[in-house]
């Protein structure tokens, strides 16, 4: 009985068709689903069933308008996907977390795996990442604090697990010390929407704000004059002074600092 219900489970799964790949829910659209199901089910009267339509309704509007984003950017700030010219989404990094960017991709109904739905524009060296979006902005992924220097004057973008300089003149700065304090991000091409995965709206009792980190300081060494990334020169920064990120919160003491002033 078990070996029919497996085989017929393999052909069913090997159908055309059987695998449906759909964009991620708005918050509200599972909660009005629902209502609609419970009208349903426990009202006798088909009066008070019929609650249910505007229900159900709301429910599927919520599953077809959910978020969307073209760039997005996991806590550890090792990796980002963004979206191609085609429209797909694309990931970027020497080793980009499978786990993340599946997730990515099953929000965006990609059915790809991430050896699939890996950049082949980015080039990349031993200090980091580099690419190009469609509208030429150009994003540097830094995996080592001496390419900051070079990097931080040529990318819009800068995406990267170390702490960058407070020189640092790109737009956006997604390093250790935002992403401590923003969590995941994501970004829209159209008018710069940036969402973050810990705004005050989605900080809940089982998922609080951290508290503030203190870093030490990197002493960042000269990088040779290799760019990471490499691109025309009409797809340098943007004006250094546009748009940065909010500062992060003002540090806390450590437990030794504190010991140490005692």
């Not at 980002?80 to 990931?91: E, H, N, S, T, V």
């Not at 001496?146 to 931080?152: G, L, R």
């Not at 702490?163 to 250790?176: G, H, L, M, N, T």
């Not at 809940?204 to 004059?225: D, G, L, M, N």
Request: net charge neutral; glycine share 8%; with cysteine.
């Amino acid at each position: 009985g078990i070996k029919l219900v497996f085989w017929m489970a393999r052909i069913i799964a090997s159908a055309p068709g059987s695998t449906l790949h759909v964009h991620a829910f708005a918050p509200w659209a599972l909660p009005f689903l629902t209502l609609g199901v419970l009208n349903m089910v426990l009202w006798r009267s088909w009066l008070l069933r019929l609650l249910a339509v505007p229900c159900v309704a709301l429910g599927l509007t919520g599953a077809y308008v959910g978020a969307s984003f073209d760039l997005a950017v996991p806590p550890t700030g090792d990796y980002l996907a963004f979206r191609g010219a085609d429209g797909k989404l694309q990931i970027a990094g020497k080793r980009p977390g499978v786990f993340g960017a599946t997730q990515w991709l099953s929000a965006d109904a990609d059915g790809r795996t991430v050896a699939e739905a890996k950049s082949t524009s980015q080039n990349c060296d031993k200090f980091g990442c580099g690419l190009h979006l469609p509208d030429g902005r150009g994003v540097a992924i830094v995996s080592s604090p001496a390419s900051f220097e070079e990097d931080c004057t040529k990318a819009d973008i800068i995406v990267s697990s170390f702490e960058a300089p407070e020189s640092c003149s790109a737009k956006y700065i997604f390093d250790r010390k935002h992403l401590n304090e923003l969590g995941a991000v994501t970004l829209q091409y159209q008018n710069d929407v940036l969402t973050s995965e810990r705004q005050s709206h989605t900080d809940r009792p089982w998922s609080i704000q951290p508290k503030p980190r203190v870093y030490a300081s990197v002493s960042v060494a000269r990088r040779p004059s290799k760019a990471v990334t490499n691109g025309p020169e009409a797809s340098k920064s943007l004006n250094a002074n546009q748009g940065s990120l909010p500062p992060a919160r003002p540090a806390m003491p450590d437990d030794d600092a504190l010991m140490e002033q005692i």
